[in-house]
T-cell receptor, first 120, second 115 residues
Framework: GAGVSQSPSNKVTEKGKDVELRCDPI?????LYWYRQSLGQGLEFLIY????????KSGLPSDRFSAERTGGSVSTLTIQRTQQEDSAVYLC??????????????????FGPGTRLTVT | GENVEQHPSTLSVQEGDSAVIKCTYS??????FPWYKQELGKGPQLIID?????GEKKDQRIAVTLNKTAKHFSLHITETQPEDSAVYFC??????????????FGTGTRLQVFP
């Protein structure tokens, strides 16, 4: 079936502009994650959604960053007043959490191809 | 919070040789350890994972070992092939419902396999 998709694949923006990055998770996946990959910081967690709520926002680097998820599916990561240090690849991942006989379990995280953001 | 260290940062091997990448973690609550392969311009792809209730897992040419006491885990690739060339990341997390599954990644190992 279809994997995680992200759009746009590349985004070039001027410093100070706002950008929106979109993630379409695998159908039926209840959990959604945003990560950022940059040369200086490696792969770092940003935010986690379970359904439409975000119980863990601990990785968002500043209040210029926000994210939402609607209908338990698509998620949008918004960066306001972009800075050059925001330049990175933004990755989205999704996974399925289910309730089994041994309790609640979560599945592997599947990553999308990422959005490469360049702030000039 | 969790911290994951990964070594080596680069690894070059001859085709057919074995490659080993090692990671250590700091949080004893971590109970899930996936390994991802990332090719240029693509997102990370899960290649193997291990949960804290087992010590070793194997899938064809790939194996992962976990030592909970020492808090380290390793990726072993045997009979390497040129298509194994990529960047490999280890990660650690505490799975839901005890945690939020957020992955803490190592810094990556660039593996080059020469024909």
């Amino acid at each position: 079936g279809a994997g995680v998709s992200q759009s746009p694949s590349n985004k070039v923006t001027e410093k100070g502009k706002d950008v929106e990055l979109r993630c379409d998770p695998i159908s039926g996946h209840t959990a959604l994650y945003w990560y950022r990959q940059s040369l200086g910081q490696g792969l770092e967690f940003l935010i986690y959604f379970q359904g439409n709520s975000a119980p863990d926002k601990s990785g968002l680097p500043s209040d210029r960053f926000s994210a939402e998820r609607t209908g338990g599916s698509v998620s949008t990561l918004t960066i306001q007043r972009t800075q050059q240090e925001d330049s990175a690849v933004y990755l989205c991942a999704s996974s399925f959490i289910w309730v089994g006989t041994s309790g609640i379990r979560s599945d592997e995280q599947y990553f999308g191809p990422g959005t490469r953001l360049t702030v000039t | 919070g969790e911290n994951v260290e990964q070594h080596p940062s680069t690894l070059s091997v001859q085709e057919g040789d074995s490659a080993v990448i090692k990671c250590t973690y700091s949080d004893s609550a971590s109970n899930y350890f996936p390994w991802y392969k990332q090719e240029l311009g693509k997102g990370p792809q899960l290649i193997i994972d291990i949960r804290s209730n087992v010590g070793e897992k194997k899938d064809q040419r790939i194996a992962v070992t976990l030592n909970k006491t020492a808090k380290h885990f390793s990726l072993h690739i045997t009979e390497t092939q040129p298509e194994d060339s990529a960047v490999y990341f280890c990660a650690a997390t505490t799975l839901f419902p005890l945690g939020t599954d957020k992955l803490i990644f190592g810094t990556g190992t660039r593996l080059q396999v020469f024909p």
